[in-house]
């Protein structure tokens, strides 16, 4: 029973850490099919972070707060938009960028408008997103083996989580039945071919940057007023490079990036229980080998080892107009 | 307009550019200290003063500088060959292993002049075959050079801090390094040259890899504007097709361009290990790597370029510590929010204001602009 436990609880705190690494690999996503490439997630993230914690223990309202950090972010992926689509900018420097003024501004402003170091006030009840338990959660909590895996697993969780996951049939749906994602793709692999047609290439890669900018925002929300009561400096933590490398990994496919975000997300639930405690078979781990093995394994997989992950035809290419 | 980007005199391309799209990015900086509540003007003195004011405010801008200009001329040899280098931090980062290794076997037996070359033979191999991987991957198998530097930065932080608590450790030491260097392991300093034109020096980590970096600097001119394999390099860069049509073999040339630059990223390590610290601590790079991008940007992807633009990043970095002393709310973390906004308007809008200038001086004079432009204009 108490390796039961463990294994619900490992779960548990699975989901808790793939909910950010998901919204921000399917933000990606919408840019990367749409032939813009993304560095700038982890800076976009961390705004949102910033904005919405800011917000809502300012406006004393979660909701405001996850408003203004989508508002914040989806003007930061705006920024990259300016660079790389209008004014046909490198993509990569244009993201390292984003990532820089995010990391400098969200200090910065911070301790000037709370000063307590770069932190937000800790947020108070109502100003975060509490969790949510689904109906009869704690009426069949003692049921064996499945009340726990209902209980715990399942329910328990905040809006946003259950938001996040919501997010991968919603964006398969979007990508692959709707025009709008036809044509979102079909710009990420021949843009020529969409401006034919008489569609903007620019407004359509826009509007995917639109999207990303909104998942990011989710996913900033997520870590600054549910993980954590309030916002820290840096706490992306490289969040938004493992959600790339989970990108690859999944092959730009958006049920794919969800088992690769429960993969990465495992792991590091893994190395945070296991803290350096033996395993079976395999002896002790280093917890940094396990933290590095989502890198590792995106490497492997780049390498051609795992299948062959072939990003969109356009991806990181400004599209010049026939003149 | 058929030809977006018509030839300007060479003055406007190299000084005029560089400068307005500097000058924007500190505009834009100057917003967020009024934002703060503080006065900009106020605060580019400070800066400026604590950067250049006092002996010792030189001698520290010009250690900062030296790092930035190793990583810098690191991401301008891979930009020449059209590959951007990300993954500078994480081979300056493994670099300091290599320096470890050298240091602590020889600092008690060898004098500096003999321990400082193993050295840097030790940085630029660690470097070098940190960046051997993601050029084979990337030559080879097609992965994304860009993605694959950037795990390898996470693989090597991982692998680093794995040394730093463990094997790398003295026992009975609780700080996360290695033990302090012996003399054998420290590089002599070069205060005196400052201190010769009568500036009064307290103590300031500048040391003989500022010359190395200048040295450097000049090796890479060489390279990329004098020999063969900075030509294959640079046709490379420019249109990986002609270059194959050339005969130029694509995985040699990807893969000698990623090692010199996983080399000079390296060699950045010896300053602040050897120059400075005298110890390889967690996280001792703490985001040169990247400041190398914006400081080969803004130096146009030239040795001399890059050489100022380093200096301007040490003045930053230098003047940025004396303005978190003397305007509490603004911390060091203001340079990174400038760090990310040269690299916006000078990498990713550096065309932004192109249009205007060349409109200006099409204006000013028909002629100097080359006929391109006036065709340009027609269509």
Known sequence: MDVFNAVVQTLDSTIRLSVPLLLACLAGLYSERAGIFDIGLEGKMLVGAFAGAAAASVFHSAFLGLGMAILISVAFAMIHGFASITHRGNQIVSGVAINFIAAGSTIILGQAWFQQGGRTPALQPGERFEAITLPGADAIHDVPILGPIYAELLSGHSILVYLAFAMVPFTWWVLFRTRFGLRLRAVGENPAAVDTAGISVAWLRYRALICTGILTGIAGAYLSMVQNGGFVKDMTAGKGYIALAALIFAKWKPVNAMFACLLFGFLDALSIRLQGSPLPIIGKVPVQFMQALPYILTVILLAGFIGKAIPPRAGGVPYVKER | ?379
């Not at chain 2, 810098?72 to 990300?86: E, K, M, P, T, Y």
């Not at chain 2, 470890?100 to 500096?112: G, Y």
């Not at chain 2, 002393?325 to 204001?353: K, N, W, Y």
């Open chain 2, 1 to 379: 307009m058929s030809t977006p980007y018509a030839k300007l005199p060479a003055w406007a391309d190299y000084g005029l550019i560089p400068l307005i799209n500097l000058f924007v990015a500190f505009v834009v900086a100057g917003f967020v200290v009024l934002l703060v509540g503080e006065n900009p003007f106020r605060a580019a003195v400070i800066l400026v003063e604590g950067a250049f004011g006092k002996g010792t405010g030189i001698a520290f801008t010009l250690f900062y500088a030296t790092t930035f200009i190793f990583t810098g001329l690191s991401v301008a040899v891979a930009a020449h060959c059209g590959l951007f280098n990300i993954g500078t931090e994480g081979q300056a980062y493994i670099a300091g292993l290599g320096i470890a290794i050298v240091c602590l076997s020889f600092d008690s037996t060898l004098p500096w002049w003999l321990t400082f070359p193993l050295a840097i033979v030790a940085a630029a191999l660690v470097g070098a075959l940190w960046a051997l991987i993601p050029a084979y991957l990337q030559a080879k198998r097609g992965s994304h050079i860009v993605i694959t530097t950037i795990m390898f930065n996470f693989i090597a932080a991982s692998i680093m801090v794995y040394l730093l608590v463990g094997p790398l450790k003295p026992a009975a030491s609780q700080a996360p390094q290695t033990r302090n260097f012996l003399a054998g392991a420290e590089l002599p300093k070069l205060n005196w040259i400052i201190e010769l034109f009568g500036a009064k020096i307290r103590s300031a980590p500048l040391n003989i890899s500022f010359l190395l970096a200048l040295a450097m600097a000049f090796l890479v001119w060489l390279l990329i504007w004098r020999t063969k394999l900075g030509y294959e390099m640079r046709t490379y860069g420019h249109s990986p097709k002609a270059a194959r049509y050339a005969g130029i073999s694509e995985t040699r040339i990807i893969i000698t361009a990623m090692m010199i630059s996983g080399a000079l990223a390296g060699m950045m390590a010896l300053n602040p290990v050897m120059g400075d610290q005298h110890n390889v601590a967690i996280d001792f790079v703490s985001g040169a790597g990247f400041v190398g991008i914006a400081v080969a940007l803004m130096g146009r992807l030239h040795p001399v370029g890059i050489v100022l633009a380093a200096i301007l990043f040490g003045m930053l970095y230098q003047g940025g510590a004396e303005l978190a002393f003397e305007m509490p709310a603004i911390s060091r973390d203001m340079i990174v929010i400038i760090q990310g906004l040269v690299i916006l308007f000078a990498g990713a809008l550096e065309h932004m204001f192109r249009p205007y200038i060349q409109a200006l001086f099409a204006s000013l004079s028909p002629r100097s602009v080359g006929m391109e432009a006036v065709k340009g204009k027609g269509a």
